[in-house]
């Protein structure tokens, strides 16, 4: 019962931006959105997480909308190494805990 | 910092075999703990989580089991592996409004 939606896949040319949208309509006042990428047989990596600011570090940036039903992560220029499938999570308290449930992903595909 | 560690790494294992994967957490209190598979060519999968010592939830019916036995130990186990059972295995942690995930293992039942 994924709380996220992405695209299946998306292209980006080398040395381009890489925008991956997100929907997660049903997200709670208290819920964060984190975006995580697996580069084939590794675990997931961290990328950013946000509650409703835009953020940026030295990865990425990441849009949120300001009703929060969707975002954007943003890989300002993206290399053959960002090839991945990135995840998108909304994680936050439910019953007292937090519980992280991935979606499907997005595997994104840079171009050389 | 918090660092989580799994192991073994790899394994490979006959039909029928025992498992047990092993996760670790360091650099914090009370953490929510998480196992989940990745199928070849699939996403990941939730399988149990954790909010203290003992107390284990099972997202969907299985032949693995779960054990937290200290704050910061989550065991992920079999008594008789299938083939269905082969997979990338992960164990994460969660504080509030941080999460990490450890670098997995990969287990092959042959």
């Known amino acids: 019962d994924a709380k996220t939606t992405q695209p299946t896949s998306m292209d980006c040319a080398e040395g381009r931006a890489a925008n991956l949208p997100c929907n997660h309509s049903t997200i709670s006042g208290n819920e964060y959105v984190y975006w995580y990428r697996q580069i084939h047989s590794q675990g997931p990596q961290y990328i950013i997480h946000g509650l409703k600011n835009n953020e940026t570090n030295e990865m990425a940036s990441l849009i949120i909308t300001e009703d929060r039903k969707s975002s954007t992560l943003i890989l300002p220029h993206a290399t053959l190494r960002d090839t991945a499938v990135y995840y998108c999570i909304v994680s936050g308290n439910s019953g007292g805990y937090q519980k992280v449930t991935f979606g499907t992903g997005t595997k994104l595909q840079v171009i050389p | 910092s918090q660092t989580i560690h799994q192991w073994p790494a790899t394994l490979v294992q006959p039909v029928g075999s025992p498992l047990s994967l092993e996760c670790t957490v360091e650099?914090?209190?009370?953490?929510?703990l998480y196992w989940y598979r990745q199928a070849a060519g699939r996403g990941l999968q939730l399988l149990f989580y954790s909010v203290g010592i003992g107390q284990i939830s099972s997202e969907v019916p299985q032949n693995l089991s779960a054990s937290r036995p200290q704050d910061r130990q989550f065991i992920l186990s079999s008594k008789k592996l299938l083939l269905s059972d082969s997979g990338f295995y992960l164990c994460?942690?969660?504080?509030?409004?941080?999460?990490?995930f450890g670098p997995g293992t990969r287990l092959t039942v042959t």
């Open positions: 994460a942690w969660s504080v509030g409004g941080s999460s990490d």
């Open positions: 650099g914090t209190s009370n953490p929510n």
